[in-house]
T-cell receptor, first 109, second 117 residues
């Protein structure tokens, strides 16, 4: 399985941008990069995904390094509802998701 | 769109009994569904991949005779925990795969909390 590395936890102030990093040095050419988040006692929620180019949607932006060995999830204005565990996952060959330990984001009011 | 439901949301059973958990894709057809298990303060662990009309494939270390998976239709997969024991107590989460422009998204159910007494 393709491995990703994320910081265990991060903290942000409400209304400020948050940059959540992910390292995936073993990524291969066809691996998609997915981000999900999970609130306590809930199933994961899709956030965003990309292959090579940066991506934007209503929830977040995904910045992918030119060599694709790292990516950054950007929440433009963090709210208290964004406090969750964020998982960065490599999707290899349209196959299974292997979750790493994720980053627990704490948002301070 | 892309809503996945699970039933029940929580269940308590006695040791030695079996429990069935249902996973349904409500507004799309899912040829593939996945089952995960999550222990407190840990990440999700993939248990098995369920393909409609065929046998499930299990991850290494997951007992296929204990965790029976059936994917009888394009919208329903079930996980049966047989002869449950307290160590099977966990949060069980299913997901269904949806293809979107070359990338397979997974949409997750809300989870089922199983407690074995």
């Amino acid at each position: 399985d393709a491995k990703t590395t994320q910081p265990n936890s991060m903290e942000s102030n409400e209304e400020e941008p948050v940059h959540l990093p992910c390292n995936h040095s073993t990524i291969s050419g066809t691996d998609y990069i997915h981000w999900y988040r999970q609130l306590p006692s809930q199933g994961p929620e899709y956030v965003i995904h990309g292959l090579t180019s940066n991506v934007n949607n209503r929830m977040a932006s995904l910045a992918i390094a030119e060599d694709r060995k790292s990516s950054t999830l950007i929440l433009h204005r963090a709210t208290l509802r964004d406090a969750a565990v964020y998982y960065c996952i490599l999707d290899r060959n349209f196959n299974k998701f292997y979750f790493g330990s994720g980053t627990k984001l704490n948002v301070k009011p | 769109g892309a809503v996945v439901s699970q039933h029940p949301s929580w269940v308590i059973c006695k040791s030695g009994t079996s429990v069935k958990i249902e996973c349904r894709s409500l507004d799309f057809q899912a040829t593939t569904m996945f089952w995960y298990r999550q222990f407190p303060k840990q990440s999700l662990m993939l248990m098995a991949t369920s393909n409609e009309g065929s046998k499930a494939t299990y991850e290494q270390g997951v007992e296929k005779d204990k965790f029976l998976i059936n994917h009888a239709s394009l919208t329903l997969s079930t996980l049966t925990v047989t002869s449950a024991h307290p160590e099977d107590s966990s949060f069980y989460i299913c997901s269904a795969r949806l293809r979107d422009r070359g990338s397979y998204e997974q949409y997750f159910g809300p989870g089922t909390r199983l407690t074995v007494t």
